[in-house]
């Protein structure tokens, strides 16, 4: 109501994106519905606060609840993942990426990390990053043949480049990984390992993809995509260095990079709202949310693969189905807003082994958290998945008109908010 008296323009644009929400269909593998709880974690006044250090070690008076709650927020985080020590105030995580390289490297280091083809993201050294920019970034692949990762390969690469940090983690990869291999490799080249989890933060959380510890130095994450909180960064690690004899306080270098080294102030409204969600991540509700959301991803790469739209790899193990739609489509983008016409929000992606342009590439990338939020079983999905293979074989008028009917109708069903 205040909103709407102080600036209605705001007001109704929110109001139009709450009915988007609402109607069409999200398949975008990095989002999903936040609770209600979280909402109103995110909407407080605690967003008017400074609170640069960290509990019970700030520069500004006054944090005496700011405190508790980022004291409620780590121990929420590291109980869920394990961790021995967490830090919850990275914006974003590529905030968190970047101060976990300001932490462990100098610039100019060597670092091995996946490349964005396979699966990697900006922060694993893409040369329009800053991780590409300041340090020595060699990439590994997928196999060519399976479209997994070929960790004999990694380790030649590995042991040719000799990195001081082995990046694993991915943002298009339908696969697991196995922290483990990569742990042997890292101790090979006497590397740090950090596994960038912000895709598949959920399914570890829920036991749905193998754990990155004990084998990780380091983890980063988002906290919001499959592990449903607000937006935001997340760090996780062993608190000691295992490499550096002279300073092996390793929890103390990620703090000391966070804050002051790349963040002032934490977003308090955003850390209370993780606090909740790491509170919702640990209810036994949780990990049936998740086990549904890889259900219902594998059962529509199995629909995909029946039809003839090749699905990335041939299957998944996560939430992610990665469709290399070339057979059918002369452009991804194209059919990206193909299915935006009809109420499918999805995106185009890059495939392993890409041939054309990152900005009309021969992928679209699905996922299935949000849909499985708003309560998809796999039949549900199935029927969605139907409905995108006759978009992307056929988009002819008749077939939109019709595909947005049942689009409206399964939003209406499943709803959200
Ligand atoms: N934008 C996120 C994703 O879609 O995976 C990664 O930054």
Known sequence: ??????????????????????????????????????????????????????????????NEVIDKIETLAIERAKKIFSAEHANVQPHSGSQANTAVYLALLKPGDTVLGIDLSSGGHLTHGSPVNISGKFYKFHNYGVNKNTE??????????????????????????PRSIDFKKFREI?????????????HIAGLVVAG?????????????????????????????????????????????????????????????HVVAAKAVSFLEASKPIFKKYIKQVV??????????????VRVVSGSTDNHIVLLDVSKYS????????????VGIIANRNTIPYETKSPFDPSGIRLGTP???????????????????????????AKNKREVKKEVAKLAKKHSIY
């Open 1 to 62: 109501m205040n909103l709407k008296k102080t600036d209605k323009k705001i007001y109704d644009l929110i109001k139009k994106e709450i009915k988007r929400q609402k109607e069409e269909i999200s398949l975008i593998a990095s989002e999903n519905y936040v609770s209600v709880a979280v909402l109103e974690a995110l909407g407080t006044p605690l967003t008017n606060k400074y609170s640069e250090g960290y509990p019970n070690k700030r520069y500004y008076a006054g």
């Open 148 to 173: 997994m990762l070929d960790y004999q390969e990694i380790e030649k690469t590995a042991l040719a480049v000799r990195p001081k940090l082995i990046v694993c983690g991915t943002t298009a990869y």
């Open 186 to 198: 890292a101790d090979k080249v006497g590397s740090y390992l950090m596994a960038d989890i912000a």
């Open 208 to 268: 749905e993809h193998p754990h990155p510890f004990p084998h990780c130095d380091v983890v980063t994450s988002t906290t919001h995509k499959t592990l449903r909180g607000p937006r935001g960064g997340l760090i996780l690690c062993k608190q000691t260095d295992r490499l550096d004899k002279e300073n092996t306080n390793l929890a103390g270098k990620i703090d000391k990079a966070v804050f002051p080294g790349i963040q002032g102030g934490p977003l308090d």
């Open 295 to 308: 259900k219902n991803a594998k059962a529509m790469a199995k629909e995909f693969e029946k039809n003839g």
């Open 330 to 341: 002369e452009s991804s983008k194209k059919t990206q807003n193909d299915l935006e016409e």
């Open 370 to 396: 949000s849909i499985t939020t708003r309560g998809f079983n796999e039949k549900d999905s199935v029927f969605l998945a139907d409905l995108i293979i006759k978009i992307i074989k056929e988009p002819t």
